[in-house]
């Protein structure tokens, strides 16, 4: 019969990569770590079955910032050229990492080199690993810790079936690109409580991506969010834009939204259908970025567009519910389909909102990105002549691709290829009089290709 050893692991200044690896690949049946108090360094470590890591209150778990000691955690899904990450796993079992200490990651110093003054952000390093990637893993549990100064994606759960994240904290350099907080992708049976998100890339996010095989994640089900707070100066609560299989049973509940970019978005782009999403009892703080970063100041955003119409064209988005809604924005609410129709059964019941003028007049324009010019396959890495990979493209007039004039000014509500719109009681304050390139009417309906 396999023992079930709790290790007591001392802070020391020594790495602990090589001691903790062997504690998980020797160790048969139920294992439980346990980091007391202090500093403890490590590289990249490979989760195993049956293990739990719980790093006690006055712990800090420190990951040890050098590209190269996450050479042997590579994984299978590439994101922003990443394909390592600090804690991975593929194919395991009851994980657990819990506790009420730290894990820090020096993202915003040690893989950074100067700033961009023009988008107030960090100029980040090229090569960047995640902090934990699941593939192919069942039943987690994240609970009680603080994740802090993460260099890329914070946590990134892939096909992964039985997810629990509860009272985490999750704290990024607001200035660090492509630190999301949480991305769920094509995950099924996701409880997200009574946690919070701040970051300067999208809050929670759920994708349904494809590996460098090929094969795909999978769809994302049953996927629920509660209690939570989100800051973000991308998306705070995101689904797409990587979309290649379906959306089914999403739900979004008593969220604050702070001081973000956009609030509640939905990006079809990949093929996946997006059918049944839930936003209710949602607070917005919305304000202006610059026109590099997508959006500005939307409470809600939902757009189908095709970026792969030669393997996928955009799947149609349905069957979603906003209701209870409340706060302020510096641009509008806008639902943009290509075709009439790519966007339908959508209704937004109580939201109250008040639409103020911001500094930077980018609000004035809705924003389609990413399109297909916004590929990394169209463009040669590094090229930054025409604008910056996966971000913003230059047209040939000198505009960045995407961001379209309001037709007639900003109003508070757009529309553009929908059907089946539904709303009731809906209730937006706005300045009088409207600031210039405001449009006089509440609700604008542009038609699409058929």
């Known amino acids: 019969m396999s023992l079930s050893p709790t290790i007591h692991i001392a802070a020391q200044p020594d790495d602990l990569t090589e001691q903790l690896q062997t504690l998980f690949d020797r160790h048969e049946g139920m294992l439980h770590i346990v980091l007391e108090p202090g500093i403890h360094r490590c590289g990249g470590l490979r989760l195993r079955s049956n293990l739990t890591i719980e790093i006690v209150k006055g712990a800090e778990l420190h990951f040890i910032p050098d590209y190269e000691a996450y050479a042997h955690t590579m994984v299978a899904i590439v994101a922003e050229e990443s394909d390592r990450a600090m804690m991975t796993a593929v194919g395991e079992s009851d994980i657990a990492l819990v506790g009420g200490g730290r894990i820090f990651c020096a993202g915003s110093t040690l893989y950074t080199h100067g700033e961009d003054g023009d988008m107030g952000t960090l100029v980040a390093s090229r090569y960047r690993p995640r902090i934990l990637v699941l593939d192919g893993c069942k039943n987690i549990r994240i609970e009680g810790l603080r994740i802090d100064d993460s260099p890329m994606w914070t946590m990134h759960f892939a096909a992964c079936d039985t997810i629990q994240v ?12 492509n630190t999301d907080g949480i991305v769920i992708d094509g995950c099924r049976n996701v409880d997200i409580v009574d946690s919070a998100f ?130 302020t924005i510096e641009g509008a609410i ?20 008040e639409q103020k003028a911001g500094p930077l007049k980018t609000g004035l324009r809705y924003d389609i990105r990413p399109t297909i010019d916004d590929r990394f396959d169209r463009f040669p890495i590094g090229d930054k002549s025409a604008g910056r990979v996966n971000a913003w493209r230059f047209g040939p007039d000198g505009q960045i691709i995407g961001l379209i004039a309001y037709p007639g000014g900003m109003p508070a509500i757009f529309t553009k290829g929908v059907s089946n719109l539904v709303t009731e009681n809906i209730r937006i304050g706005r300045p009088e009089p409207l600031p210039e390139n405001w449009n006089r009417e509440i609700v604008v309906n542009a038609a699409a290709s058929s």
């Not at 959006?295 to 349905?318: H, N, Q, W, Y």
């Open 198 to 327: 701040r970051t300067a890339d999208d809050g929670i996010v759920l994708k349904t991506t494809r590996r460098e095989d090929g094969s795909l994640t999978g769809p994302c089900e049953n996927v629920s969010v509660r209690n939570c707070v989100v800051e973000s100066r991308s998306c705070a609560l995101k689904l797409g834009t990587e979309s290649f299989s379906a959306f089914r049973n999403i739900s979004f509940e008593d969220v604050r939204i702070e001081k973000s970019n956009r609030g509640l978005g939905i990006f079809s782009r990949d093929g996946g259908v997006v059918d049944g999403v839930r936003f209710v009892r949602i607070s917005v703080d919305c304000h202006e970025t610059p026109a590099g970063f997508w959006g500005s100041g939307e409470a809600i955003t939902i757009t189908v567009l095709d970026r792969r119409p030669e393997e996928f064209p955009a799947g149609k988005v349905c069957n979603v519910l906003i209701e209870d809604v409340e706060g």
């Open 166 to 177: 509860k009272g985490v904290a999750v704290d990024n350099d607001r200035r660090m690109p």
């Open 334 to 353: 806008n639902m943009v389909a290509e075709t009439e129709g790519g966007i339908s059964d959508i209704t937004l019941r109580n939201i109250a909102l």
